[in-house]
């Protein structure tokens, strides 16, 4: 293998006040929204990165006593209650590969995850494809390379495979009498617009089907809070967007909830069955909602200013959520049914320093306006330095909510452009699914669009505008650096797909599923479109500096296939690159080495920038 250069890591990154500050937004201890048990609310689980990893936590409500239950090299990030909360369910991985199984230890453990043991003997490891637990059942999914296993386990007795399918599935949601379960499966090969199946537990035999055809995905959610009630709520997309679906499973009767609000809406139920707490989507904000299943009557709820993330109701009405804005670190809150709204929890330690606002740019683009956010560092003498932040996904956006490497990059003086291209989520599945057939190369379309927008009205210096982004992002900067090197002074890639054959023969199966239904077919049965959306194809065309992370333990953009791409620039030897590596999978949950990861993409890039003497 080709020795390549290795990226320095500036120590300090600042000479001056903002190096304390940039570093202070990620070693603040922050902390997910509690989850409780549904049989004893008192008991909650979270996670929290105060240890300097993420790590899961309890929480005993009745004593405010919290505990640490995790405490390995790489952290932990998945975690769940059963409903009598007498133990603690989380996932055991490899050092981030992100390949295991669910262990489970008491509540009330003295030692980090001294006493864990497989929380469903017999169920193959694998990769996680969904985890519903009742009181006597538990579905429980694993993908490996031969595809998706659905494993259902009932007191005493062995685990047993209800279903199994080469194609993606997953567990979608367990009634709460513990008769039906229903599945998200793409049998008819694709993955990106899943149809729901619904089976009988005691048997496993199949009592519901509910397909809305080509293009159109259903995605269950959650059954009714009540015993013997067979109401199932689900995602579906039949008027060109995410909206609400109610099927009465046993009854085989639906019912579509129409709001009459803008953007995208998810939902989950209250306690009682009869009201749902719904989360409202629109141009990079969430903020939610109630609404009444009698009388169809939606509320605004009057939660704190911000973008709302997680959110659930207590059993006593009290909506407990999270919400944050570029400007404002996260905080854990609860809106009490008497309309009082407080901080729920504070984690250990100083709060994180707060940064700039961001502003709204929409722009038009070859397929419709395309919704960007921007944050501008103190004034500046001159048009400042861009970083494009492109998120990854494809299937996500970017929000008005906090982001710590935000945050640092205006620290550094640039101004950071985030664009919702097609393929985000949000704005509709048109844009969502306007990527297939042709990803990469149609989201950096809209990239451009906005590119030559800021550049015309003058709030960027095009002579410094580098692309930044990890995963899909990290994807798009090295396929942006080769299809458009005319527009960028340097590009960095944070775990990216940089040969998407190579990427396709060694990423996990669910992901092989998901490009499937991407580009319409395998590498075997597209390969020009693989080729066409690769980076590899295009590296003879660099002409910039080129920084790339990656994780030794990746599962989603493995290692080898990112090997061949700096292979291919060192091939070269005209370009100047250099390389990142580190011990983990898709990222790291250490902060110190997302600290490291930070400095390095801003030192490089302002080495790129750098004058030259």
């Known amino acids: 293998m080709t020795d390549h250069p290795i990226a320095p890591v500036p120590d300090p990154l600042f000479p001056d006040e903002r190096e304390p500050r940039w570093r202070a937004r990620f070693t603040a201890p922050r902390m997910s929204r509690p989850a409780w048990a549904r049989d004893a609310p008192d008991r909650s689980v979270y996670t929290s990165n105060a240890s300097g990893t993420t790590e899961v936590y309890v929480w005993d409500r009745a004593t405010d006593a919290h505990r640490q239950v995790t405490d390995r090299r790489s952290g932990t990030h998945a975690a769940t209650l059963p409903p009598d909360g007498e133990a603690i369910w989380?996932?055991?991985?490899?050092?981030?590969?992100?390949?295991?199984?669910?262990?489970?230890?008491?509540?009330?453990?003295?030692?980090?995850?001294?006493?864990?043991?497989?929380?469903?003997?017999?169920?193959?490891?694998?990769?996680?494809?969904g985890l519903a637990i009742g009181r006597e059942t538990v579905a429980v999914g694993t993908s490996t390379d031969d595809g998706t296993k659905i494993w259902l386990h009932r007191g005493d007795l062995p685990a047993e495979v209800?279903?199994?399918?080469?194609?993606?599935?997953?567990?979608?949601?367990?009634?709460?009498?513990?008769?039906?379960?229903?599945?998200?499966?793409?049998?008819?090969?694709?993955?990106?617009?899943?149809?729901?199946?619904?089976?009988?537990?005691?048997?496993?035999?199949?009592?519901?089907?509910?397909?809305?055809?080509?293009?159109?995905?259903?995605?269950?959610?959650v059954f009714a809070p009540v015993r013997g009630d067979g109401r199932l709520l689900l995602l579906h997309e039949r008027h060109g967007r995410e909206e609400l679906l109610l099927w009465d499973v046993l009854a085989d009767?639906?019912?579509?909830?129409?709001?009459?609000?803008?953007?995208?809406v998810a939902a989950d139920f209250h306690p009682d069955g009869r009201n749902l707490l719904v989360w409202h989507t629109y141009a990079a904000r969430t903020r939610l909602y109630g609404y009444d299943l009698d009388t169809g009557e939606l509320t605004e709820l009057p939660v704190a200013p911000g973008c709302v993330g997680s959110a659930e109701v207590r059993p006593d009405g009290t909506v407990e959520y999270t919400c944050s804005?570029?400007?404002?670190?996260?905080?854990?809150?609860?809106?009490?049914?008497?309309?009082?709204?407080?901080?729920?929890?504070?984690?250990?330690?100083?709060?994180?320093?707060?940064?700039?606002?961001?502003?709204?740019?929409?722009?038009?683009g070859p397929g419709g306006r395309v919704h960007a956010l921007v944050a501008r560092p103190p004034a500046a003498d001159g048009p400042p330095p861009a970083v494009f932040s492109l998120h990854g996904g494809p299937h996500a956006a970017d929000e008005d909510r906090f982001s710590a490497m935000r945050a640092a990059w205006v620290d550094a003086g640039f101004v950071v452009v985030e664009v919702n291209y097609r393929g985000s989520t949000g704005y509709g599945s048109k844009w969502r699914d306007a990527i297939e057939g042709r990803p990469g190369l149609t989201e950096l379309e809209d990239v451009a669009a906005v590119y030559d927008h800021v550049v015309a009205e003058g709030l960027v210096d095009p002579a410094r505008c580098v692309v930044e982004g990890w995963s899909w992002g990290g994807y798009l900067a090295l396929l942006a650096v080769g299809t458009q090197p005319e527009r960028w002074a340097a590009g960095l890639a944070g775990v990216p797909v940089a040969d998407y054959l190579t990427a396709y023969a060694d990423e996990m199966e669910q992901l092989r599923a998901f490009d499937r239904a991407l580009f319409g077919g395998s590498p075997e049965e597209r390969p020009d479109a693989y080729l066409s959306s690769s980076p590899l194809t295009y590296v003879d065309e660099v002409r910039v500096p080129v920084l790339v992370l990656a994780g030794e333990n990746d599962p989603r953009c493995p290692i080898q296939q990112v090997d061949?791409?700096?292979?291919?620039?060192?091939?070269?030897?005209?370009?100047?690159?250099?390389?990142?590596?580190?011990?983990?999978g898709h990222g790291s949950l250490v902060v110190d080495q997302t600290i490291r990861h930070v400095a390095t993409e801003i030192g490089f890039a302002l080495r790129a920038l750098a004058p030259s003497s």
Do not use: C
């Not at 989380?90 to 929380?119: I, K, N, Q, S």
């Not at 009767?253 to 995208?264: A, S, V, Y």
């Open 162 to 221: 209800v279903y199994q399918h080469a194609e993606d599935a997953g567990v979608g949601a367990l009634s709460e009498d513990e008769t039906l379960l229903a599945i998200s499966h793409s049998e008819h090969g694709d993955s990106r617009h899943p149809a729901v199946r619904v089976l009988r537990v005691a048997d496993g035999g199949v009592v519901a089907e509910k397909s809305d055809g080509a293009g159109k995905g259903l995605t269950p959610l």
């Open 325 to 364: 804005s570029a400007a404002e670190p996260s905080t854990v809150r609860a809106l009490h049914p008497d309309g009082t709204d407080r901080v729920l929890l504070t984690p250990p330690g100083e709060r994180a320093p707060g940064s700039m606002p961001v502003e709204d740019l929409w722009v038009d």
């Open 90 to 129: 989380w996932f055991a991985d490899t050092d981030g590969d992100e390949f295991g199984h669910w262990v489970r230890e008491p509540f009330g453990g003295l030692h980090y995850a001294a006493d864990a043991e497989p929380a469903v003997p017999g169920v193959e490891d694998g990769y996680p494809a």
């Open 253 to 264: 009767e639906e019912r579509e909830l129409t709001l009459d609000l803008p953007g995208e």
């Open 564 to 584: 061949n791409y700096l292979d291919a620039l060192a091939a070269r030897g005209d370009v100047h690159y250099e390389v990142s590596r580190f011990d983990a």
